[in-house]
């Protein structure tokens, strides 16, 4: 059974710093494209950024030298650490395969910017 399980959001001031992780079950992890995506209240799911699976990574704008995303193949597990946090960050946070998401998504991690 295909299974995503994200953690690791919380309530955070601006300026700070948070580091998301996403275990997934029941795939070869290695082989896929992964992606965090966010979804921010009255919002549509935005995508945040992507890791190939020969680690190559791709960002959007908004997060661009503020997050970075990793994997580790071993624990099939893929990382956002976002610092330089802002209120326009928060949102609910997921990961799915990139571009397609034809993995089941999980019940994502919220993350709260605010002072």
């Known amino acids: 059974q295909v299974q995503l399980v994200e953690s690791g959001g919380g309530l955070v001031q601006p300026g700070g710093s948070m580091r998301l992780s996403c275990a997934v079950r029941?795939?070869?992890?290695?082989?896929?494209?992964m992606a965090w995506y966010r979804q921010a209240p009255g919002n549509r799911r935005e995508w945040v950024a992507s890791?190939?699976?020969?680690?190559?990574?791709y960002y959007a704008v908004s997060v661009r030298g503020r997050f970075t995303i990793s994997r580790d193949n071993a624990e099939n597990t893929v990382y956002l650490q976002m610092n330089s946090l802002k209120p326009e960050d928060t949102a609910v946070y997921y990961c799915?395969?990139?571009?397609?998401?034809?993995?089941?998504w999980g019940q994502g991690t919220q993350v709260t910017v605010s002072s």
């Open positions: 029941g795939i070869i992890f290695s082989i896929y494209p």
């Open positions: 799915n395969e990139d571009l397609l998401t034809r993995l089941p």
């Open positions: 890791i190939t699976n020969d680690t190559r990574s």
